[in-house]
């Protein structure tokens, strides 16, 4: 069983920047896609970014794009979301999300067999 453990998060005001962290015990992301969702209240659960951790590729969805910058930590086993710029638009409970696809980006909500325990982040205007 794959366990993630997110950390980061809080309140910002426009325009600042945050990072959030997604840790896992063992070196699972190797073989995994590891994604960033949002859910604002009263909305679906939406796509933000992944990487692919073999090869690091990335994939981003266009409301993000240019200001939000996935990467992976390899020492750590962790991945990163650093989010600039942020606009109260991006106020949300951030999750993060392994799936089991290699080097493959999967943006599918379905496609993500383990989850984070979510984290908020707040953008006041």
């Known amino acids: 069983q794959v366990q993630l453990v997110q950390s980061g998060g809080g309140l910002v005001q426009t325009g600042g920047s945050l990072r959030l962290s997604c840790a896992t015990s063992?070196?699972?992301?190797?073989?995994?896609?590891v994604g960033w969702f949002r859910q604002a209240p009263g909305k679906e659960r939406e796509f933000v970014a992944a990487i692919a951790w073999s090869g690091g590729l990335t994939d981003y969805a266009d409301s993000v794009k240019g200001r939000f910058t996935i990467s992976g930590d390899s020492p750590n086993n962790s991945v990163h979301l650093q989010m600039h710029n942020l606009q109260p638009e991006d106020t949300a409970l951030y999750y993060c999300a392994a799936a089991k696809t290699g080097s493959r980006l999967v943006r599918p909500i379905s496609a993500y067999q383990y989850w984070g325990q979510g984290t908020q982040v707040t953008v006041s205007s």
């Open positions: 063992i070196n699972t992301f190797s073989r995994h896609a």
